[in-house]
């Protein structure tokens, strides 16, 4: 009997593992990536939320005379900073976590507004990891000022030191600024959380 339990034992062993690796790698989605829901203003798409009073995004195009096409559905998001150190994030809890030690990559498509009601100035794109929702603890994307109107997709790639179960958007001022301003940038279309062999 133990000449074929031992196979067996390894067999099953293996089987574990490569189910194990295959749970590791696979991407990991999050809610709603392509901002969908009704066009409005100061509302958060379906699977967001907002960190604080003064963070509700907007649901475009129609608001703020918002009207470029989106490059994924029918809406995209809209995110704005003030000249009073005040900016839009927003957030979500995964339903897998970010591994630690480990490479992953995505990618969104980012643009930017001339009108948004006064809110006209270029702003970047950062987005956090954290295991507390609106707690800023791993930076993962730091986009280079959006100037640009027309959409582009960005990719970034990235390691974890430690388990995440948040992910944090948020529109921030161009580096370097001297002053706080309005500003706007637009997001579309963010993709799966590939991994990937090294950051």
Not at 153 to 171: G, K, V
């Amino acid at each position: 009997m133990a000449f074929y339990r031992l196979p067996l034992m390894a067999f099953f062993l293996f089987c574990q593992s490569s189910f194990l690796l295959a749970q590791a790698t696979k991407p990991i989605t999050i809610k709603n990536g392509s901002f969908e829901g009704m066009p409005h203003d100061a509302v958060n798409p379906d699977g967001w939320q907002s960190c604080g009073y003064d963070s509700s995004p907007d649901i475009l195009p129609g608001p703020w005379g918002v009207y470029q096409k989106p490059t994924e559905g029918r809406t995209y998001l809209g995110l704005i900073t003030r000249e009073n150190n005040t900016w839009e994030t927003i957030y979500q809890k995964l339903q897998k976590p970010f591994q630690k030690e480990r490479c992953y990559k995505f990618k969104v498509d980012l643009s930017h507004s001339p009108t948004y009601a006064g809110y006209s100035k270029a702003t970047r794109l950062r987005v956090w990891l954290s295991n507390d929702a609106c707690t800023r603890t791993k930076l993962i994307a730091d986009s280079p000022t959006i100037e640009h109107y027309e959409w582009k997709t960005y990719e970034f790639i990235f390691s974890t030191e430690e388990n995440y179960n948040y992910i944090i958007i948020e529109a921030y001022y161009q580096a370097p600024s001297l002053y706080y301003y309005r500003g706007n940038l637009l997001l579309d279309n963010i993709s799966v959380f590939e991994s990937c062999d090294r950051a």
